[in-house]
């Protein structure tokens, strides 16, 4: 059974860092490319960044220089640390975990909120 549980969402002020992780199990993480998506009310899912098994990273300009994701490959886990939040209205963060093997394996974690207000 594939799992993927985010962590890390709170309520945090302007201007403040966060860290949110996903742990995985049920997939060997390390074939895996790894992504972090948010979505508000109203509007659609959004990809924030992603790396790939590889370690390559891409991110959405809006968050370039202020986020970074990383992987832990032994712990199965991938971050995304958030720095110099901007107030925004509520955002669930996803985790997102995909490989392209014949058939496409894309699984998704149930989403951690993050509220950016003072």
């Known amino acids: 059974q594939v799992q993927l549980v985010e962590s890390g969402g709170v309520l945090v002020q302007p201007g403040g860092s966060l860290r949110l992780s996903c742990a995985t199990s049920g997939i060997i993480f390390s074939t895996y490319d790894m992504g972090w998506y948010r979505q508000a009310p109203g509007k659609q899912r959004e990809l924030v960044a992603a790396?790939?098994?590889?370690?390559?990273?891409n991110y959405a300009d809006s968050v370039k220089g202020r986020f970074t994701i990383s992987r832990d490959n032994t712990k199965n886990t991938v971050y995304l640390q958030m720095s110099s939040l901007k107030f925004d209205a509520p955002a669930v963060y996803y985790c997102?975990?995909?490989?392209?093997?014949?058939?496409?394996?894309?699984?998704w974690g149930q989403g951690t909120q993050v509220t950016v207000s003072s």
């Open positions: 790396i790939t098994r590889g370690g390559s990273t």
């Open positions: 997102n975990a995909r490989k392209l093997a014949i058939v496409l394996f894309d699984y």
